[in-house]
């Protein structure tokens, strides 16, 4: 007696492309393959006719005009300031920080700013390929959890300046904020948390000291209403 075929193996998903691009190789492109993933995991890139084959698949995308390739990764980035798109953006950098951005950002800035314009930025990043982003903004806490709503993977900067904002009125407070941020999402697959000095010219020499004598910082910009 011959033996029993073998049972397509399962899976959650099945992509389909005219053309896939991996990370590896380098500078290769695959015509006509798919791409099996199995909860979160890819665990295989093959040739779509040895695709259907092998892979039962709860669910089955074909793009056969479309190339598939990894998300994109922006790696600085403001994105609540998506709200603020256009505002004074022919101006020199200090002028358009210190008369225009942080007077405005003092008047308005908030948790629901922030939701509303992560929310904004990540339609927008979606839409051009992009699926993670190295962020840098207050209320990084709302961040968070926003770029977890969505699942969308972030590294969000825990924003360290050497002024009073709606987020944060003392060093001491901007670093407690940032450990906390920390704690909180330390475990998370899709988030993670890094300190984020905003600049030499708005962070003081002296806060790594905690403690020690401090300078008056370069530039000073209005606290935050």
């Not at 500078?27 to 665990?43: F, P, Q, T, Y």
């Not at 699942?151 to 407070?173: S, Y």
Request: some cysteine; proline content about 8%; hydrophobic content about 45%.
């Amino acid at each position: 007696m011959s033996d029993s075929p073998h049972l397509p193996e399962a899976c959650d998903l099945l992509i389909e492309a005219g053309h896939v691009v991996p990370i590896e190789p380098h500078a290769v492109v695959l015509e006509d393959h798919a791409v099996a993933v199995r909860g979160s995991e890819i665990v295989a890139i093959l040739p779509r006719a040895e695709a259907r084959a092998r892979f039962r698949a709860t669910q089955v995308v074909s793009r056969p005009d479309a190339a598939l390739m990894p998300g994109l990764v922006n790696a600085h980035t403001h994105n609540p300031m998506t709200l603020l798109r256009g505002v004074a953006d022919d101006l020199p950098l200090m002028t358009w920080l210190q008369q225009h951005i942080w007077p405005v950002e003092a008047a308005v800035i908030g948790p629901e700013f922030v939701a509303d314009g992560t929310i904004l930025a990540i339609a927008e990043m979606l839409r051009g390929g992009t699926t993670c982003a190295n962020e840098n903004y207050f209320f990084g806490d709302v961040q968070a959890a926003v770029y977890k709503k969505h699942g969308f993977r972030a590294l969000v900067g825990a924003v360290i300046i050497d002024f009073p904002t709606a987020w944060a009125k003392t060093d001491d407070e901007y670093f407690a904020k940032a450990g906390e941020l920390h704690d909180q999402w330390r475990t998370d697959p899709l988030i993670g948390t890094a300190f984020a000095p905003h600049a030499p010219y708005t962070v003081n020499d002296a806060i790594p000291v905690r403690g020690g004598r401090r300078s008056p910082p370069r530039h000073r910009a209005p606290a935050a209403a």
